[in-house]
C-alpha cells in the first residue's frame, strides 16, 4: 500500500459503478465529492451528537480520476473547531480493484455547523 494514505480506518469505504461516469468512462467528480460530504458529515454528526449541514468547502483539486470496479476510502479527520462549527478535511483514494496499492485523488476541508431542531446554528457539545 502507499505510505502516504491517513492512518486509521476509512469513514467509508465504496465502489465506483458505471451509473457515476461521464461519457468518457470516468467516475463524475460530483459522485466523488457527494462521497466525500457523506464522509465528513458522518463525522461531523458524531461530533456534533446530532444533527450537522454543510456550509462550505475549501481547496478540492482532482488529481487522479476514478475508474469503474474502483475501491474508493474516505479518510476524514476533525482540524478545528469553533462554537458550532467543524472543520473536516476528507482524503478520498482509489485502488484498482485488482490490486493492493492505493491511489490519493482529492481532498478538501469541509465545514459543517451543528443544527437544533428547528434547523438553527447551536453551540457543539462539550468533548470528552
Avoid at 459503478?17 to 458529515?41: E, R, V
Avoid at 462550505?56 to 479527520?77: I, Q, R
Avoid at 480493484?97 to 457539545?125: N, W
Wanted: charged share 25%; glycine share 8%.
Amino acid at each position: 500500500m502507499c505510505s502516504d494514505r491517513p492512518d486509521g480506518e476509512p469513514v467509508i469505504r465504496t465502489i465506483a459503478m458505471p451509473a457515476d461516469t461521464n461519457p468518457s468512462g470516468d467516475i463524475f467528480g460530483g459522485w466523488l465529492m457527494a462521497q466525500m460530504d457523506l464522509a465528513a458529515g458522518n463525522l461531523a454528526a458524531r461530533i456534533a451528537r446530532g444533527r450537522a449541514a454543510t456550509i462550505a468547502v475549501e481547496g478540492m483539486t482532482f488529481l487522479k480520476p476514478v475508474k469503474v470496479g474502483d475501491e474508493v476510502s474516505l479518510y476524514a479527520d476533525l482540524v478545528a473547531t469553533g462554537r458550532s462549527s467543524m472543520r473536516i478535511h476528507v482524503e478520498a483514494w482509489r485502488r484498482n480493484r485488482y490490486a493492493e496499492d492505493s491511489v490519493k485523488v482529492t481532498d478538501a476541508t469541509f465545514t459543517f455547523v451543528a443544527l437544533d431542531g428547528d434547523g438553527r446554528p447551536r453551540p457543539l457539545p462539550a468533548r470528552a
